[in-house]
């Protein structure tokens, strides 16, 4: 249900906005089509949108200081769809090697929560702490709120 998405780069969402988010534990050696293969850390980013929750899998290549986002065009309406989308991206990957851990965001203060959304590549060059819409950003293109921002992030993150 999970398919890389070539233009995504990463991801602007309000604080607010982040339900949940994984962090792997490892750094496997994985192979994404297009880049070259190498260890990678993997993070899972659940967020609420006006559409409902999504769920997104973004994969930080760290040798080449690439990424890979993975989304999924499914929408979550209800706890249990939600919870279904979640262990589904967590499935996902750990099918490729990587043991996940909940950082417990919605348990942080509102301090840690943006320190830790500035740490994390998924929103390097992001406005997380911010407040802005989430959208999805284009390599070279600063993302702007249009009328696709719910499609964009259910594309993005049928999940952060």
């Known amino acids: 249900m999970f398919s890389l998405d070539d233009q995504s780069r990463g991801l ?28 990678a850390q993997a993070f899972i980013a659940c967020l609420r949108g006006t559409h409902g929750f999504s769920v997104g899998v973004y994969l930080w290549l760290s040798e080449t200081k690439e990424c890979a986002v993975y989304t999924t065009p499914a929408t979550a309406q209800t706890p249990e769809e939600y919870r279904a989308l979640q262990t589904e991206a967590l ?8 043991m996940m851990d909940n950082l417990n965001f919605r348990s942080l203060s509102p301090e840690h929560q943006a320190e830790l959304l500035q740490s994390v590549p998924v929103w390097r060059g992001g406005r997380a702490a911010t407040g802005s819409t989430p959208t999805v950003s284009p390599p070279g293109q600063a993302a702007a709120p249009t009328a696709q921002t719910g499609a964009a992030l259910a594309r993005l993150f049928s999940s952060f």
């Open 12 to 39: 602007e969402a309000a604080r607010e906005q982040v339900a949940a988010l994984f962090q792997s534990i490892n750094a496997p050696h994985v192979v994404v089509p297009g880049r070259r293969a190498g260890p």
């Open 91 to 98: 499935g996902f990957v750990e099918s490729m090697g990587f």
